[in-house]
């Protein structure tokens, strides 16, 4: 069975496609027309306006495009859903933001006190790990993704802790926050062995682990949040299996390895550029240091 069943507004996501043209256009004012109103601005620069850009792309193809239904019909779909979400969309946002505006942000009253507590690295570090390993505990997991208010409000923390858990490495804005040499190394590690269990337990287990992939009915529920209700009722749908050959737990499974995947080659790529960053600054000081005059010794004097 295709996808095109379940209509163009549903598949395509319009109205979210405005809304994502609306912050875009509102970004370039505020960081173009607008830039004077802020202190300490400086011109946008493109490296900033790309990564913006390319973050809004993504997300339009993560929560917009048919992927969106997809994830709603494979758990394979929605777990390689989230692993963009979190690990590269978030990164390409913060990156995308320009630091004066992070600073008028950041700076506000509750948002100030916020920030200091939940991007020390070992809070960071747990909180999104902690959090992403709890929702995906089967009955939490089946309870949210049949409840709309809390499908969203659980996507909008995992956003921001996933925002948290980037920011010391990223660390465009705060002086408070210093992660050099071992240290970053060693939160990457961290981060990684922290997601473990979970993509773990989701990938060994030895039957399907979330009702609403293999019960036709909590099924049905989950997919209402993002196909129209209508819709649904004019089609006849009994599960996944329509628009499969895998079976609900190879899906399962093949879910658990994408999210582990995607993690290791974003997390390959933070140290592959940390190394860089290393060899560069490296490199630097010895040319530093070779053109540097040499004092005049005693000898040469004689």
Known sequence: MHL???????????????????????YFLITIKWRDSFKDNRKLTGKEAAFFIVSMVLLYAIKGSPVEVLSGILFSAHMTQMAFLYLVFTPLLILGIPT?????????PVVKSVFSFMTKPLISLLSFNLVFSIYHIPLVFDNVRTDVTLHGLTTFILFLLAVFMWWPLINPV?????????????????????LTPACGLIIFAENPMYATYYDPNEWL??????VPVNTLEGLTLTGPELFTSMSTLNDQQLGGVLMKIVQEIVFGVVL???FFQWYKKDQ???????????????????
């Open 4 to 26: 095109a069943i379940f209509g163009f507004m549903a598949l395509w996501s319009p109205f979210f496609l405005m809304t994502l043209v609306f912050l875009t256009v509102l």
């Open 100 to 108: 004066w505006v992070w600073k008028a942000t950041i700076e506000l």
């Open 174 to 194: 705060d002086e408070d926050i210093e992660l050099s040499g071992l240290k970053r190394i060693g939160y990457i590690l961290g981060s990684a062995v922290l």
């Open 221 to 226: 529920k989950a997919l209402s949040l993002c």
């Open 272 to 274: 592959f550029n940390l």
């Open 284 to 302: 630097e000081q010895q040319e530093k240091h070779s053109y540097e005059p040499v004092a005049d010794s005693p000898l040469q004097e004689q």
